[in-house]
């Protein structure tokens, strides 16, 4: 080589090496930032209790009118609106019940029996104290009571037997006669004997001509009712008609 071409080469040699050199430079140098056109703000320093007194305070929320709330109850549309009123279930009337027929007996063909009168329960007049085989009972209080109701009946009915034969003699004071008879009876209701005479009240001297006859036609009315219809299941009670009164009322 010669030294024109070492010359060339060496220069070339630093060239490079200033280059090199001034890249570096440009790499470590930060790049400058943009300049902006800006006026200045002045920035003032104050007191944190100026920044807290100096800041709006809020509002008070305003407060509800109690005077308004308290006279006007709030009513809702529910309340306003008029309450339905209440059904009432018409209730249907108990059906009425049926009542059972009692099945009809057959009429039986041929002759009826004789029907027996009826019993009444009226005052006792007559009937002897002593039934012999009465029906039978449970117990003494049951069989008294049954006794009582038994002769004011068959009472009743031999008066009502006795009454359209029986006639009272007419006269002064006659309504104060009263003759007292006895009788016996048998069970199909005929006389047995001659009626007796126990004893006669009331005997005044205007009714004394009187007496004898009201005395015969007691008599007379037993006679003419015999035979006596009567239950004959009671014939105990009935057989013996003790101290029966013939008097005014009777023929009544």
Known sequence: MDRAEQTGLGVAVVAHAMLF????LNLLKPPELPK???EPIEVSLVDPVALESTAPQPSPAPAPATASTETAPTTSPEELAPAP????AQSKPAPKPVAKLAPTKPTPNGPQPRRKPGLSRDILV???DSPAKATPTTSSANSNAESVLVKRSLSQEIGRQLKPKWKSPTGADVDRLVTVLSWDLAK??????????VDQTGVTPSNGPQAKLHRENAVKAVRAAAPFTLPSEYYGYWKSVVSFRFDKRLSQ
């Open 188 to 197: 199909d209701g005929s006389l047995i004997g001659e009626p007796r005479f």
């Open 126 to 128: 007559g009937i002897g």
């Open 36 to 38: 902006y056109d800006a």
């Open 21 to 24: 050199a001034a890249l570096s």
């Open 85 to 88: 009123l209440p059904t009432i």
